[in-house]
């Protein structure tokens, strides 16, 4: 069995900076609600007019991380892209970067998995390097939520929440013990799915149906979240993946160098930074800055933390994430 390595990161967010006060202009909202409940202070949507979609943003992330990996686009072998807002009902993006990149024929994956999507991804990635099937993994994380946010009062618990961007990380085979993922921890509650959901169009209800009823009030091609529910499971669900994370390597919350939450809501990530009683420099936070991006959130705050010089070898660092599904999931990675 090998071990698999993160040897490239990189992320790309979009140049169109959106603040609190520019959703004003089109919804009841206020700067200090936005703040006050989930510290986020400004976040990236896409300007229509640019040529940025979800696999667009993927694919310029991914060019950073191979880069910065070494290696070319030719030494890739395996694609795994996590989103759940793609360009296409299908298919997926992964096939789009390969395209984009202008890669040889290696296989490509999506991976629908919401907030939790990157860790699924990198769970993902990190088999098919243990068992020696392939050596050079690009794992993105992108989304284009603000092509499907409701920009209306009627939309304002959700829409102020998220944003839009991309990460991708490439995982390597090495020959090191003890090094890099040391192990990932998957669950999902699938009871809970409609508590944080876009119904439509599905094949259930699919686009026609939608047009022909021509209903106002119909929120159902609109993300939903019942916000108070999933904030409960969250604060609840993290701290699990992180305890079973560190049980399986029998490591101690003290162990942590770096803990990269997903970046749901600050006041998320502040609860579990108390619960495990980290000081401010061994957690990562930036949802400040960029909103919640869900598959995207994780790799973008690795990449940044990484880029600040905030990750160093042999550093512990933990990625946990929660999201719609429910699922949930932690890696840990010895760096
Ligand atoms: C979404 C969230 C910030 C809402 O905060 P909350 O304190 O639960 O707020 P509520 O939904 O109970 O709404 C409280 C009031 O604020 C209003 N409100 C909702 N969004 C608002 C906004 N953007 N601006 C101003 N007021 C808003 C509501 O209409 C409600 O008004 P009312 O009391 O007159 O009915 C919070 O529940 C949350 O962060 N949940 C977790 C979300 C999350 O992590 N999602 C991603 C999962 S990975």
Not at 12 to 23: A, D, I, M, Q
Not at 124 to 152: C, P, R, W
Not at 219 to 233: E, L, R, T
Not at 323 to 333: A, E, L, Q, R
């Amino acid at each position: 069995m090998y071990n698999s390595k993160i040897i490239g990161l990189g992320y790309y967010v979009p140049e169109n900076v959106v603040t609190n006060n520019h959703l004003t202009a089109f919804m009841d909202t206020s700067d200090e609600w936005i703040q006050e409940r989930t510290g986020i202070q400004e976040r990236r949507w896409i300007d229509p007019k640019t040529e940025d979609t979800t696999a667009v943003m993927g694919a310029k992330a991914s060019k950073i991380a191979i880069e910065r990996a070494g290696l070319t686009k030719d030494d890739i072998d395996f694609i795994v892209f996590a989103t759940l807002s793609p360009d296409m009902y299908f298919p997926g993006g992964g096939v789009q970067v390969q395209d984009i990149l202008e890669m040889p024929t290696i296989g490509a994956l999506d991976v629908r998995n919401q907030c939790s999507g990157f860790i699924y991804a990198m769970s993902v990635a990190d088999q098919f390097i243990k068992t020696g099937m392939y050596k050079n993994i690009l794992v993105i994380g992108a989304e284009n939520h603000s092509g499907g946010l409701e920009k209306s009062t009627r939309g304002r618990g959700v829409t102020v929440i998220f944003g839009d961007g991309a990460g991708a990380a490439v995982l390597s085979r090495t020959e090191e013990k003890d090094k890099g993922i040391l192990s990932s921890h998957l669950h999902s509650e699938g009871k809970h799915a409609k508590e944080l959901v876009l119904e439509g169009p599905s094949t259930k209800r699919w686009v026609p149906e939608i047009i022909a009823a021509n209903d106002a009030e119909d929120q159902s091609y609109f993300p939903y979240m019942n916000g108070q529910f999933v904030f409960k499971h969250a604060v609840t669900r993290f701290s699990e993946a992180i305890v079973e994370g560190l049980q399986a390597n029998n490591l101690q919350k003290e162990d942590i160098d770096m803990l990269i939450p997903h970046q749901a809501n600050l006041r998320i990530a502040q609860f579990i930074q108390k619960k495990f009683q980290l000081p401010n420099e061994n957690v990562y936070n930036n949802i400040m800055k960029y909103g919640n991006t869900t598959a995207a959130s994780v790799i973008i705050a690795l990449t940044e933390a990484w880029e600040k010089g905030k990750i160093k070898d042999n550093d512990l660092v933990v990625l946990a994430a929660f999201g719609s599904g429910f699922t949930w999931g932690s890696v840990i990675i010895r760096w």
